[in-house]
């Protein structure tokens, strides 16, 4: 396995034409599709490095980015890539999402906004999520971020679906509706979009620990371990941490899926991606 190949996580699917204005051009969706294939198959590479490489590889990324933002690059390409590290950040889990934010908002919330005003799902999406968290310096505003993730739904862009479903999950901006946000997170999760994959674990776990399930419960925890695996295998790092507690201990007090090895094994990529807690957990093993 190449070492040397350090793929961004990403995942979007294709938008429909809305005519021969639409900035969100083919060509990108062509782009971001090809990269997605790639993630497919090289994403659990990163789970190999060491932890100083990872941290050499993120420093070298981040040069790279500033020297690219520095170029007269359109507006669609620089949209893509952030869209890109953002998703990345999403998927690998953590605090990495909230530093993305922090990092990019400020500079990037004018930029982000335009392309939101110009239909751009890109722009929508980050905008949106700005809006949503009232990040990059801007007025909290859940409905607002709510229409323009909308927006960013029916242009096809899968981050939004996973986004827009925790908003109808948690009444945000939306009114509260478990069963739309549970349909998009599913609409996400069928293309392999990581926190997606975890989302849905993570609803049917703290339902039936909730007691508001009414499918046969082993069914539901098998369901649970199915979508956590798949969120595991996809990069989620959150995911990787649940799936090593449910092999240790099972589900909800239910010895179901309890395998030593298994939870060893993924308590070790978790460490090996950065968790802190798993760091410190493998370190005593040593």
Known sequence: MNKNFWICGLIVVAVMMLGSNMAWAAGEIAEMNRRFAEVNLHHDIIFYYSLAEIEARRESKRLEREAWLSKPISLEDRIMEDVCDEME???VGGPYVSSFYNKNAPKMIHIWKDAADRGMAGGQYLYGNCLLQGAGGVVKNEKEAARLMQKAVDQGL???HEMLGYMYIHG???DMDNRKGLSLLYDAADEKYAPAEFGVAYYFEFALAEGIVRADAGTVR???LHY????AENG???AQMRLAGIHASGINGVKVGVDENEAKKWLVRAANAGHPQAKEIVSKWK
């Open 222 to 224: 098998r369901d649970i």
């Open 158 to 160: 899968v981050a939004a």
């Open 236 to 238: 989620s790092i959150d």
């Open 89 to 91: 950040a999403r998927i």
């Open 228 to 231: 956590y695996r798949r969120a």
């Open 172 to 174: 945000k901006g939306v």
